[in-house]
């Protein structure tokens, strides 16, 4: 007789040096004191993260899977073997909510094809919180992702989503690696209308926290140095 499968919990992290339970509720204790079996981008990472929410939690009996850009198609279903025996398994990503620009969405989605139960844990999302802050549109917005590293490609992408934003009504969200974050903000307030809103949401939860939205023309008058720090950037026309 085959045991009863058990389930995929996705388990959030905080998205810098903030203590964990300041950030996080209870049930994500609760699955970190209980699951054995985890799936995680970098070992060490994941390690260092249940120590900090069940310090008791004896280290040699987990089991880590990695989940990366070097993960082959064929081992992603294998991974969730542990769940077929009758086991939970974690699914946590480095920062924030796992699946949420991340590659944990290969993850779920083989759960989903193998009837696996998803079980998505509460925790800190920088999209929504940057939404949540900014003052923009939240019944319509898009998550783009990384613009185009190239300059002249990136200008017209800004180009684009601004025009996009203006026609639709629809808040537009961005990205960058953080020590390119300055290049970028030059790029947009070389390229958006002087009138369109920005807002600029940076090291989210953590103590040296900004967020501020402003117009194209107003940042042009702000002096606020993005490098090395994660940032959420935003525009709506």
């Known amino acids: 007789m085959n045991p009863q499968k058990g389930d995929l919990y996705l388990i959030p992290c905080p998205l810098g040096e903030t203590p964990p339970l300041e950030v996080l509720p209870f049930p994500v204790k609760k699955a970190v004191e209980e699951i054995d079996y985890y799936i995680v981008e970098h070992e060490k990472n994941a390690r260092r993260f249940i120590k ?7 280290q040699s009996n987990l089991n880590f899977s990695l989940l990366n850009k070097y993960t082959l198609e064929s ?13 939970d398994i974690g699914l946590i990503s480095d920062a924030g909510c796992p699946a949420i620009a991340d590659p944990g969405s290969l993850i779920v989605e083989q759960a989903h094809i193998q009837d696996i139960k998803v ?5 800190p999302s920088s999209i929504l919180m940057a939404m949540m802050a900014s003052g923009f549109n939240g019944q319509n917005f898009t998550f783009n992702g990384y613009l185009p ?6 200008n017209v992408e800004i180009k684009r989503i601004e025009r996009i ?11 960058e690696t953080p020590y390119r974050n300055n290049q970028l903000m030059e790029s947009l307030l ?10 600029i949401a940076c090291d989210i939860t953590l ?9 194209a023309e107003e940042w042009k008058k702000t002096k606020v140095d993005l490098n090395k ?7 709506q026309k």
Do not use: W
């Open 52 to 58: 900090s929410i069940v310090s008791r939690k004896s």
């Open 75 to 87: 081992e992603i279903q294998e991974m969730l073997n542990p769940c077929l025996e009758g086991y």
């Open 119 to 123: 079980v998505p844990l509460v925790g």
């Open 149 to 154: 590293r190239d300059k002249r490609e990136r």
């Open 165 to 175: 934003s203006a026609e639709q009504n629809q808040s537009q969200l961005f990205i």
């Open 190 to 199: 070389n390229n958006l209308h002087p009138q369109t809103k920005l807002c």
């Open 207 to 215: 103590p040296t926290e900004y967020i501020k939205t402003l117009s």
């Open 229 to 235: 720090r994660p940032t959420l950037f935003i525009i």
